[in-house]
């Protein structure tokens, strides 16, 4: 299986190659479209601020090429933002492959949200329903709202999209790569996809 992490100005990689490796998989870091398009999946991480990376996306024509894939394609944090359609931070045009707004948490808790926070509502076909209630990592400032196409929730000043699904594309807002053995269960219901 070619598993292909997509190299792009944002933080974080080398914890999820690394976490793959635990796993078994050497995966290639790329932003080279025929690796991309040729891998049988892909995962899109990052940790970072949207608008300068979205501009840095968009120069590669990288937006596109994400947009367009039939692969499973799974994005992690920032990953997760960038892959809806627009962000308050730096007021965002994103990819679009979410219809949503990531918003910026009220500051009336400590932000960003730094911790283990658990799941609950899990649906869809990358989480495993086991997990309900089990904790995950996440360290972030912004959130993707609950809508049709959350698949799992967490509460942090409000209740959140921990995770989105919809066709093809699979994303959290928190770190599998950073969450233990929940983490490793759930890149590995990933690599299974």
């Given amino acids: 299986m070619k598993v292909a992490i997509v190299k792009y100005n944002a933080g974080n990689i080398r914890s999820v190659d690394f976490a793959l490796k635990r796993l078994g998989v050497e995966a290639s870091i790329t932003d080279n ?4 398009s040729a891998a049988d999946k892909v995962i899109f991480p990052g940790v970072g601020e949207a608008s ?3 501009k840095y996306l968009k120069e590669r024509e990288l937006d596109s090429l994400l947009r367009g894939l039939h692969q ?3 994005g992690i ?3 997760l933002q960038l892959m809806c359609a627009a962000s308050e931070e730096g007021e965002a045009e994103c990819i679009g492959i979410f219809d949503l707004t990531v918003k910026k948490f009220e500051p009336r808790q400590k932000v960003p949200h730094m911790g283990w926070n658990s799941l609950s509502g ?3 076909k990358l989480i495993p329903r086991e997990l309900e209630g089990r904790y995950t990592y996440f360290v972030h400032s912004y959130y ?4 049709d196409q959350t698949t799992a929730v967490a509460d942090y000043i409000n209740p959140f ?4 699904e919809r066709d093809n594309f699979y994303a959290t ?9 929940v983490g490793e269960r759930i890149l590995k219901s990933f690599l299974e996809l």
Avoid: D, N, R, Y
């Avoid at 479209?33 to 991309?36: I, P, R, S, V």
């Avoid at 993707?144 to 809508?147: K, S, V």
């Avoid at 999209?161 to 989105?164: D, E, I, K, P, V």
């Fill in 173 to 181: 807002q928190f770190h599998p790569e950073k969450s233990g053995s």
């Fill in 33 to 36: 479209h025929e690796e991309l």
């Fill in 122 to 124: 899990i649906q869809g």
């Fill in 72 to 74: 499973p394609v799974l």
């Fill in 52 to 54: 300068t990376t979205m």
């Fill in 77 to 79: 944090c920032l990953g």
């Fill in 161 to 164: 999209s921990a995770a989105l």
């Fill in 144 to 147: 993707a709202p609950i809508c």
